[in-house]
């Protein structure tokens, strides 16, 4: 996977498709990005690979030795799906170059994110829905961990063991679930008001590598998409799998429908 392949064949203009998310735009053909500007239309060229040629920028992820196969728009969002075929699977491929360079396309929505591919597995699972509240007014349930367990999707928290509103990266908040079991929770990403991510291990023990991440993007209307992301490609331990595969889409809009109960509830 990310396999680097140079030179490239630049492709007539005709074989690219358009990727826009109404502030900047893309530029895709053959699971390429070869051109992007960024953050708006009129910005600076980050992969500039059109014009030029492959010294000057492009984004690719697909399988190794892949052959694309077909590619289409979806119906009604503007999300464009790109199938290969490779030795070793077959893959469809979405949404490029992230999530943020397309268009909203409806109230909920639950994917597998970025590659869906047949025989290598993907580990990134996402769910997404809006929410009728303000995203600093969300990221409060979420950063605190007391309320955590009004919401939980899981259901099986029972309280927090620490009650210190998380700020940084770093910084680690205690939960134990309905079962006695104590957990630790390390923030690895985060920014205020819009992103947080944490690592979570057995008390004690070193973290098997899953992550558990919400994204918020407000809206003009005043309302937020909130974007649940699990990310077990860190896990290497091959007998975990199994009860990683278990958590899906449905899952985390489930935990997300939940959140928004709660915060609507209480703006």
Known sequence: MG?????HAQPPIE???LLSNR?????????RVD???VPRVDSDAVFAALPGGDEHG??????VAATETGRAYRQGPFILDTDC???KGVGKKHRLPDRRATSSE??????????DVTDNETRIVTAERTVRAPAPEIFEWIAEPTRQPGWDGNDNLDVATTAERVRAVGDVFGMRTNKGKSKENRIVAFEEGRTIAWLTADAGHEPPGHIWRRDLEPLDDGTTRVIHTYDWTGVTDEARWPRHRQTTPANLLASIDRLAAVVERHA
């Open 23 to 31: 502030q900047t735009t893309a530029l895709v053909a053959h699971a």
């Open 106 to 115: 409806g109230h909920r929505r639950a994917s597998i994110g970025g590659m």
């Open 3 to 7: 396999e680097t392949i140079v030179p």
């Open 35 to 37: 051109w992007w500007c």
């Open 15 to 17: 074989d690219y498709g």
């Open 85 to 87: 075929a490779a030795p």
């Open 58 to 63: 492009y984004w690719r992820i697909a399988p």
